[in-house]
């Protein structure tokens, strides 16, 4: 076992695994981060953001900070957990889960990314299953919700099809320019209504025992 019980979460489906970002699988997936592999286009991440960083070294550097500097951070109100998603033993993108007031208002909300050479089959959509699986059925979220702009065109798919609902719009910059973002947001009974029988969950016990969940 880990001396830190978080890192041993794992969600599996019968496609993909969430793994626990440790140090190990970070260092494996920081290939993709330096390769590229992040970025999208129209541009879809907020600022600020490690990815818009164009030197690959210093590019992993950042990236690895962000995360070291969230996940070692647990309040009430917010925290966050890392997962490396790893498709036949290979780490192919990160999925993160952030509670947000969950204490008092157990929501959550979600962001991920995946290596621009394995998108457009499914494997999005399917590690938003996954960790919307463990938020709701593991911890016992009363809502989850994901913001994207208003132009990236598969997060936007992936959160209308899974039945998330519209709920409003918000602004952000990227690269330093304004741009609108759509807000959704998905009801525990929503989830419910189209939960999945064959997503797998390991080690949870570890959020109870760690997270500050009520
Ligand atoms: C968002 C992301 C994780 C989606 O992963 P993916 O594996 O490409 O998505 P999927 O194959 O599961 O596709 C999900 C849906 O989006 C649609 N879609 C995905 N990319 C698309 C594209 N470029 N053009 C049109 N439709 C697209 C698919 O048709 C599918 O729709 P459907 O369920 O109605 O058929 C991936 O594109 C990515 O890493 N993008 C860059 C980072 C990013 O945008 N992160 C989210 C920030 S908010």
Redesign the pocket.
Known sequence: MMSYPLLDVRVSTPTLELHGATDELLDRLADVVRAGKTH?DPA??DDPMSFYETDPDLRVTKWLRAIWRRRGSVEPDAWRLYFVVVVDGAPV?EQSLTGVNFSTLGTVTT????SSDL???????E?REAVLHLAFDGLGTKEASS??FVD????N??SR?LGYEPNGSDWATRRGEPAQLNRWRLSRGDWEARRRDDIQLHNVEACHALLPLS
Not at 111 to 114: A, D, E, G, T, Y
Not at 119 to 125: K, N, S, T, W, Y
Not at 152 to 155: A, E, F, I, L
């Open positions: 999208a879809p991440y993108g962001f991920s990314w995946l998108r457009g089959r499914g494997l999005g959509r590690m913001d994207a990236n065109v598969g997060s798919a992936i099809r």
